[in-house]
């Protein structure tokens, strides 16, 4: 019975890492040689719903393509790193835009990344990375660290330019006080002030910067149908549009990026 039992691990072990991706940054026995490590799970944008129920809705707006859990034991500690691929460098921000949550440390690991007694989170590239810990000892904030300093190291590709989104505009810290939203769900999860003026919008990537004595939102629209449907909802005109810094009824100044690419000023 115990060799039938080991020839099933064994071969669940092997499908599971079948499934995942060549070039995936997996994390594994090879990294953390003392650490003892539970098979990893592979899901897709489809499966995922498996694995977290309704949080999955919120990766599927942004675009996700994989992710692998993985979970081990080190030094009396318990330690689960998620890693999810996004569609794009995008969209890998603007997951971690609307997850990240009270930061007490902003480790310089990754190109964004956000520490907390009990997780750490990376953004790099196409993906998105959750380590967690049970106990938030310090010895669990030094190895939820090193995990993702490991994981981070793996992925070779660039991250968002945000500033895509703001040309022109003064040097702006897109590390806190930054949100990306691509729909209904990370309005509410990071941007709930906001949900109205994006009520029933669709097709549209906004980057919301909160600073001290206002709001920019950059917006761009997938096609000329969302712009005039972002358009109408606030009653603005699209020939007005055409004026560099215009200032709204609604207190906004509003300047016209491309054709459907608007940077939107708001005073606090």
């Not at 560099?244 to 016209?256: A, C, F, P, R, S």
């Not at 054709?259 to 000023?265: A, Q, R, S, V």
Request: one cysteine or more; glycine letters at 8%; a negative charge.
């Amino acid at each position: 019975m115990r060799r039938i039992s080991v020839i099933l691990t064994l071969f669940f072990t092997l499908v599971c890492y079948s499934q995942i991706p060549e070039d995936f940054p997996l994390i594994g026995k090879a990294d953390i040689p003392d650490a003892e490590f539970t098979a990893p799970r592979h899901f897709t944008g489809e499966s995922l719903y498996g694995y977290m129920n309704g949080g999955a809705e919120l990766y599927r707006e942004y675009g996700i393509s994989d992710a692998v859990i993985t979970e081990f034991d080190l030094i009396g500690g318990h330690y689960k790193c998620e890693v999810f691929k996004m569609k794009g460098p995008q969209e890998a921000f603007g997951v971690f835009s609307v997850s990240k949550f009270r930061c007490s440390v902003i480790p310089d690991i990754a190109d964004f990344a956000c520490q907390s007694r009990y997780q750490l989170q990376i953004c790099k590239g196409s993906y998105y990375i959750s380590i967690i810990n049970r106990n938030g000892t310090r010895a669990d904030s030094m190895i939820l660290l090193e995990t993702g300093k490991i994981v981070a190291g793996k992925i070779k590709e660039s991250s968002v330019n945000l500033k895509n989104f703001l040309p022109e505009t003064e040097q702006v810290d897109f590390r806190q006080n930054t949100v990306l939203v691509k729909g209904k769900l990370g309005l509410m999860n990071g941007a709930s002030r906001w949900e109205d003026y994006f009520k029933d919008v669709s097709g549209f990537s906004a980057l919301i910067v909160n600073l001290k004595d206002k709001t920019l939102i950059s917006a761009r629209f997938d096609n000329a149908d969302d712009f005039s449907q972002f358009i109408g909802l606030h009653g603005w005109g699209t020939c007005d549009l055409s004026v560099i810094g215009l200032k709204m009824k609604g207190g906004e100044t509003i300047t016209l990026l491309a054709d459907t690419h608007l940077l939107i000023e708001i005073s606090e």
